[in-house]
């Protein structure tokens, strides 16, 4: 069964948390401030990790960082209270994988843990690689080689990625995305695919001001092409 980590410094959140994820089936462990949660994550090495942004000596921003100096693999859904779009964005360019605006609701962040859980599992399996014009897609490594070197890609990224690359051509909404690379139907905020995207092509683009491989369709979406 898998674990999730969940991190808050309000007791009451973390309580409600914990019941409606154990009610579904999940094991959690809780922390309740930064050192805690960097001491839990490494003893229970959680299959996704709820994390709060304000916590006590050491914030949300810098604990994602940690883990993904490491782990690029675990799914990390931002937990905020904040509505500033550069916080959204801030956590999104240290690797969360998603962000929840506080105050939510308990469907929504488990059909948000779902969909990471399934999106990650679906991920590890074993698939052809596809190549193209100096672009390896490495299932194995779950990761993109551009001319021989290693991207870098997110988890998020990396299935992105692969699913553009798969009908060249097609464009495909935010909403479609939402849907069929995040797996969750949209709920009020499209601003997590455009950060993807861009994180994206700054790491597969020669030039990601000018793409050749991931372009945007004005007023329809993105599509890839060769």
């Given at each position: 069964?898998?674990?999730?980590?969940?991190?808050?410094?309000?007791?009451?959140?973390v309580?409600?948390?914990?019941?409606?994820?154990?009610?579904?089936?999940?094991?959690?462990?809780?922390?309740?401030?930064?050192?805690?949660?960097?001491?839990?994550?490494?003893?229970?090495?959680?299959?996704?990790?709820?994390?709060?942004?304000?916590?006590?000596?050491?914030?949300?921003f810098?604990?994602?960082?940690?883990?993904?100096?490491?782990?690029?693999?675990?799914?990390i859904?931002?937990?905020?209270?904040?509505?500033?779009?550069?916080?959204?964005?801030?956590?999104?360019?240290?690797?969360?994988?998603?962000?929840?605006?506080?105050?939510?609701?308990?469907?929504?962040?488990?059909?948000?843990?779902?969909?990471?859980?399934?999106?990650?599992?679906?991920?590890?399996?074993?698939?052809?690689?596809?190549?193209?014009?100096?672009?390896?897609?490495?299932?194995e490594?779950?990761?993109a080689?551009?001319?021989?070197?290693?991207?870098?890609?997110?988890?998020?990224?990396?299935?992105?990625?692969?699913?553009?690359?798969?009908?060249?051509?097609?464009?495909?909404?935010?909403?479609?995305?939402?849907?069929?690379?995040?797996?969750?139907?949209?709920?009020?905020?499209?601003?997590?695919?455009?950060?993807?995207?861009?994180?994206?092509?700054?790491?597969?683009?020669?030039?990601?001001?000018?793409?050749?491989?991931?372009?945007?369709?004005?007023?329809?979406?993105?599509?890839?092409?060769?």
């Amino acid at each position: 069964m898998s674990t999730i980590l969940i991190v808050d410094d309000e007791k009451t959140i973390v309580d409600v948390l914990k019941f409606n994820l154990n009610r579904e089936g999940y094991t959690t462990a809780e922390a309740y401030d930064g050192e805690e949660a960097l001491q839990k994550y490494k003893e229970t090495r959680p299959d996704l990790i709820l994390l709060d942004v304000m916590l006590p000596h050491i914030d949300g921003f810098e604990i994602c960082r940690r883990i993904r100096a490491t782990d690029k693999l675990t799914p990390i859904i931002m937990l905020t209270a904040r509505e500033e779009e550069e916080d959204m964005v801030l956590g999104l360019d240290l690797g969360a994988d998603d962000y929840v605006t506080k105050p939510f609701k308990n469907s929504e962040v488990l059909a948000r843990v779902r969909a990471n859980i399934r999106r990650t599992a679906a991920a590890t399996e074993t698939e052809p690689r596809l190549h193209g014009d100096g672009l390896v897609i490495d299932d194995e490594r779950l990761d993109a080689f551009v001319k021989g070197q290693a991207a870098g890609l997110t988890p998020r990224e990396f299935e992105l990625l692969k699913f553009l690359m798969a009908t060249p051509g097609h464009v495909f909404s935010r909403e479609d995305l939402l849907r069929d690379v995040w797996q969750y139907e949209y709920i009020g905020d499209l601003r997590a695919v455009d950060v993807a995207v861009r994180r994206l092509r700054e790491k597969i683009e020669d030039d990601s001001a000018n793409p050749k491989n991931i372009l945007t369709k004005r007023g329809s979406g993105y599509y890839f092409e060769w």
